[in-house]
């Protein structure tokens, strides 16, 4: 069975260019299993050989894979933060900031940036680029249609501000749809780009393992300019950040020396 593993993994990485070895193996193992069993394949082998024929099969590994679990302002006291604090210090420095929505699933986490940042500045001005690995995401993300439920912890003025509603569904309007760029992106393989005065990525390094973890958080710190700050999410602590040139601005921000 290890061995099974370790081709499937090798297999993937020829064919995506996604390196599996830099996911928790445990976690990553369990979820891809179940998914080969319910799909009617006994082996990883048996379950490259169909997803190397079958583009859609493909595209609901990846979205497997990559978890994508979103909703606007999660854990909406840290979005406060970004409002009242981080953004006016960014500010205070650049009238204009380039802004990163890292890993940004089916878009609620930019679209919840550009809500924020419309409170400083015109939407003519806000500039977001979000990127993920998936493209079943990356084209809900384009569509910006959403759940009721997905919107619990956006503040109701933002709401009704910038969406249309159609029965428990929500379009974000495209006035905020304009001020963000989506495109495909593999953070651990793909340039960063940048110099970026903000950088968010939350709720997606707790899948990697520690060293994917570290060589990230060395690109983001190498993709910001100095004074720039990374959001992380509610569960990705940055213990030493001095090592990656980082200094703490607040719980879950961590500013570039």
Same mark, same amino acid.
Not at 53 to 58: G, S
Not at 121 to 142: C, F, H, R
Not at 154 to 166: I, N, R
């Given at each position: 069975m290890p061995q099974d593993y370790e081709q499937f993994i090798s297999n993937i990485y020829q064919k995506t260019g996604i390196n599996l070895a830099l996911y928790k193996e445990a976690q990553m193992?369990?979820?891809l299993t179940s998914l080969y069993q319910k799909k009617g394949y006994s082996s990883f082998k048996e379950f490259f050989q169909a997803l190397d024929?079958?583009?859609?099969?493909?595209n609901e590994f990846l979205d497997r894979m990559t978890i994508n679990v979103s909703e606007f302002y999660r854990n909406a006291k840290r979005w406060e933060v970004l409002d009242q604090s981080i953004i006016p210090e960014l500010l205070s420095k650049n009238t204009t900031l380039k802004t990163w929505s890292a890993a940004c699933s089916t878009g609620e986490e930019p679209f919840t940036l550009s809500m924020v940042l419309s409170k400083h500045?015109?939407?003519?001005?806000?500039?977001?680029? @979000?990127?993920?690995?998936?493209?079943?995401?990356?084209?809900? @993300?384009?569509r910006g249609v959403y759940s009721e439920r997905s919107l619990n912890e @956006?503040?109701?003025?933002?709401?009704?501000?910038?969406?249309?509603?159609?029965g428990s569904y929500y379009t974000v309007g495209d006035?905020?749809?304009?001020?963000?760029?989506?495109?495909k992106q593999n953070l651990l393989a793909d340039h960063y780009g940048g110099p970026f005065d903000l950088i968010v990525c939350r709720n997606v390094l707790i899948y990697f393992t520690e060293e994917a973890k570290e060589s990230i958080y060395q690109?983001?710190?190498?993709a910001l300019r100095p004074g720039g700050i990374l959001f992380v999410g509610s569960t990705e602590q940055i213990f030493n950040p001095g090592t990656y040139n980082f200094e703490t601005a607040d719980t879950f921000f961590y500013r570039k020396k």
């Open positions: 193992k369990r979820r024929k079958d583009k859609q099969l493909m500045m015109p939407l003519s001005k806000i500039q977001i680029l @979000a990127t993920d690995i998936d493209e079943n995401v990356l084209a809900k @993300a384009k @956006a503040p109701k003025e933002m709401v009704k501000k910038f969406f249309q509603q159609d006035e905020i749809k304009k001020t963000v760029t989506f495109k690109k983001f710190s190498a």
